[in-house]
């Protein structure tokens, strides 16, 4: 019985991410996320994470990227192109998808910061680079604002 409501729990956890994902429009690949961009008239906030090794990178996704707070603010007004660099060998990506990460590291992200945060408009101009320091979604979405009521 026990095992058998863990299991629910997880199934239902994993559906409800995947479907606030499919509602805050994240995308692991740019053509797809310009496309959507393009689409429906929202900027690009592109994140450079390191998903099993990077604490910062891990509490910007939970603490910001999948809260209901920033859902609605970005509803409408962002798509999430999510680059993920994990470390460990279970978690590895295609080779496929490593190299499109790498080519726009290399492009964006020459620093080499995780997590680093770039907001872009459809047309791939860089309009911002917001910092995440740890601050609460209200004051990372303070950021975004003036950016996002000039656009």
């Known amino acids: 019985m026990k095992k058998s409501i863990f299991v629910l729990l997880l199934l239902s956890s994993s559906i409800y991410l995947q479907a606030q994902n499919e509602a805050l429009h994240f995308f ?8 959507y961009a393009a689409e429906n008239n929202t900027d690009i906030l592109m994140v450079f994470a390191g ?13 910001i990227l999948l809260s209901d707070a ?8 962002i ?11 279970k978690n590895r990506l295609s080779a496929e998808q490593t190299a ?4 726009l590291a290399e492009k964006y992200n020459r620093s080499g910061a995780f ?5 872009l408009d459809k047309d791939e101009t860089i309009l911002a680079e917001p910092e995440f320091k740890g601050q609460s979604v209200d004051e990372f979405l303070q950021q975004l604002n003036p950016i996002l009521a000039h656009g």
Not at 28 to 35: F, S, Y
Not at 100 to 103: L, Q
Request: hydrophobic fraction near 35%.
């Open 100 to 103: 499109h990460n790498e080519a």
């Open 51 to 63: 998903s099993d090794w990077c604490r910062p990178c891990i509490q910007f996704k939970k603490d």
């Open 70 to 77: 920033f859902a609605k603010y970005a509803d409408g007004k």
């Open 79 to 89: 798509t999430v192109l999510y680059l993920d660099f994990p470390a460990r060998r």
């Open 28 to 35: 692991h690949d740019m053509a797809q996320a310009k496309e």
């Open 115 to 119: 997590p680093k945060i770039v907001l």
